[in-house]
């Protein structure tokens, strides 16, 4: 019985449109705090990039990407954002879903509703990827105002990083699912996405690794975003895009079905 009961928790996603209260609920309850919020998510993202975009891009000067060379802040630029797009999605689906779920029971109340399970996990993972795209959509005006990039291909960018979005807070829902209390999340930020920020080609070429670790880095998804995202600010298409994304939609597939796997455990459904 055990045996069935565990094997029910990783069936297919069962899912309607009820998804949508919760997410516009989340919405409502944040756009009271919106302003700070915004200020919070894009303060450190800028400063990174004005202390190290200006600061060291003034003594290294330009960087060679795919034998074109392009100023450092420009090269910084476009693997911050996608940087921020992983930060602003786990910030959300960890400590805003954990306090929903666990500490404040809004879970609980919302499934009193006729609303599933799945339908919540579904509405918090958009909702995370919606605050990414917000704050990097900020943070992209502000790029556009330093006078960074004026690439009309940024508009492609947008939908990517959304996919970014997505893909992170699947991830960052696996660990909500598992978390005991917010100190938990502390591993997750210092043991994978920490080093994933400094092998993913963000603040250096890829080509300065070991060979060995170069290749882990070609599995990462962060490095993934940053090779759709970085040419396009360079007014470029990607020349090998089916492999980033299909490394992107791999994570964030099997990332949503483990995480809804793991809630439905923790809660019996």
């Known amino acids: ?3 069935a009961i565990n094997q029910s928790h990783w069936r297919a996603p069962q899912l309607s449109m009820r998804w949508w209260p919760v997410f516009r609920r989340n919405w409502l309850v944040w756009k009271k705090l919106a302003i700070p919020s915004l200020v919070g998510n894009i303060a450190e993202p800028l400063m990174w990039l004005v202390a190290f975009g200006y600061g060291m891009g003034a003594l290294v000067g330009k960087v060679t990407v795919d034998g074109v060379q392009v100023p450092y802040i420009l090269f910084l630029a476009s693997g911050s954002i ?3 797009a992983m930060n602003a999605a786990s910030f959300e689906a960890l400590y805003s879903a954990f306090s929903r779920m666990h500490v404040q029971k809004t879970w609980d109340g919302i499934m009193n509703a006729p609303v599933n399970l799945d339908d919540i996990v579904m509405a918090e993972m958009l909702w995370a990827a919606f605050k990414s795209v917000f704050t990097v959509t900020a943070i992209l005006v502000v790029m556009l105002a330093l006078g960074i990039s004026y690439s009309p291909k940024l508009l492609v960018a947008w939908p990517v990083l959304l996919g970014v979005g997505i893909t992170f807070s699947c991830v960052a829902l696996i660990f909500n699912a598992l978390a005991k209390g917010y100190d938990f999340f502390t591993y997750y930020f210092t043991l994978f996405l920490t080093p994933m920020m400094f092998l993913s080609g963000i603040f250096f070429p890829l080509e300065q690794l070991p ?3 170069r290749e882990i880095s070609q599995w990462l998804p962060l490095t993934n975003a940053v090779a759709l995202v970085r040419p396009l600010f360079m007014d ?7 492999r980033p994304l299909a490394v992107l939609t791999t994570y964030a597939g ?16």
């Not at 099997?254 to 459904?269: E, I, Q, S, Y």
């Open 1 to 3: 019985m055990s045996g």
């Open 82 to 84: 996608c940087m921020s």
């Open 211 to 213: 060979p060995v670790v």
């Open 236 to 242: 470029q298409w990607p020349a090998d895009w089916l």
């Open 254 to 269: 099997l990332g949503f079905w483990v995480a809804l796997a793991l809630t439905r455990k923790r809660f019996r459904a």
